[in-house]
């Protein structure tokens, strides 16, 4: 007789699946958004790293899989997001009795997550339905009246991602509780570096449009 699980080790699994999960998320969106900052330097780069994508259909996997792993990855880390208003409630005043940074972050990723969630099926709707993509492409998108989501959606993509990085390292004992100041200085640093890459990115399009 196979020995009964206990909710402790059920819980363990699904810790280890969002882990897992998130992690591999984090390094799609550092990829992305690398390939996608080329533009900054040359769109013509930009379009021939999106034909080889496209030719060695890169695109057409990665991207539903990426959908489903953000689902899939919303859905575990739903289970302790406080969705009620009095959890919500009950969470910040802890919060603020706690007077600890990473509490806050926490709620950060809650709020962000939720935009993601939204977000990212229009996002990958859209550029799937009007391949093949393009700088030229991408430029019209913008001016057709994108340009304000992705001015919501890009930050909190970006702040999603390092704070994830940030409690994954503190989870995981990677970053000790001494060097929690230095890592939370070294994640915004990034962050500021993949927001300020994004932004001229964005700028560049939009100017090419």
Not at 49 to 71: N, Y
Not at 141 to 149: I, K, S, V
Request: with cysteine; proline share 3%.
């Amino acid at each position: 007789m196979a020995p009964m699980r206990s909710p402790a080790d059920a819980r363990t699994r699904l810790d280890f699946w969002q882990a897992a999960s998130g992690a591999l998320l984090a390094l799609f969106v550092c990829i992305h958004l690398l390939l996608e900052g080329s533009v900054v330097i040359s769109p013509a780069l930009t379009n021939g790293i999106a034909w080889l994508l496209e030719a060695t259909f890169l695109t057409q996997i990665v991207a539903p899989l990426i959908v489903l792993l953000v689902i899939f990855h919303f859905w575990i880390a739903a289970r302790k997001m406080p969705f009620r208003t009095n959890e919500l409630g009950i969470f910040v005043r802890h919060s603020r009795s706690l007077r600890e940074a990473d509490t806050w972050l926490w709620l950060v990723q809650v709020f962000t997550a939720v935009v993601i969630l939204v977000g990212v099926f229009f996002h990958v709707y859209t550029v799937m339905t009007n391949l093949p993509i393009n700088v030229a492409g991408s430029a019209k998108r913008l001016h057709d009246g994108w340009l304000a989501f992705y001015v919501v959606f890009l930050p909190c993509v970006i702040l999603h991602t390092g704070v994830g990085v940030y409690r994954l390292a503190v989870k995981y004992g990677v970053c000790t509780k001494a060097e929690r100041a230095r890592w939370r200085r070294w994640i915004w640093i990034v962050m500021g570096c993949y927001l300020v890459l994004g932004v001229l990115a964005l700028t560049r399009v939009w100017f090419l449009g």
